[in-house]
């Protein structure tokens, strides 16, 4: 029942953007905190950003910090991540999870979040 889709990978040239949207159902996603994840080809899912509920606190890896910036539309139950001056090493699936308390410190750790959406690819190649 509940659900997260995640649109808007697709393939961009380094330097280039990408908005990344994560669409919640079967929940009220103005309850709950999201993260983003990404996962390259053979290395570990890794924290990308956090969202609070209302949007008042925000998190970042320091990989991507002052290059992306998450943000939520509760009317349209979405998370977006809009991604700018894009590298190579962007390349990777990209998740959305759900996080069913606050996670604070924790936002990072991968197991502390309960639903996640199926990924939706990023390469940044010239």
């Known amino acids: 029942q509940v659900q997260l889709v995640e649109s808007g990978g697709g393939l961009v040239q380094p330097g280039g953007s990408l908005r990344l949207s994560c669409a919640a159902s079967?929940?009220?996603?103005?309850?709950?905190?999201i993260g983003w994840f990404r996962q390259a080809a053979g290395k570990e899912r890794e924290a990308v950003s956090y969202?609070?509920?209302?949007?008042?606190?925000?998190y970042y890896a320091d990989s991507v910090q002052g290059r992306f910036t998450i943000s939520r539309d509760n009317a349209k139950n979405t998370v977006f991540l809009q991604m700018n001056s894009l590298k190579p090493e962007d390349t990777a699936v990209y998740y959305c999870?759900?996080?069913?308390?606050?996670?604070?410190?924790?936002?990072?750790?991968?197991?502390?979040?309960?639903?996640w959406g199926q990924g939706t690819q990023v390469t940044v190649s010239s």
């Open positions: 999870a759900k996080a069913p308390r606050p996670m604070g410190s924790n936002w990072r750790r991968v197991e502390e979040y309960d639903y």
């Open positions: 079967g929940f009220t996603l103005d309850y709950y905190r």
């Open positions: 969202i609070t509920r209302s949007g008042d606190t925000k």
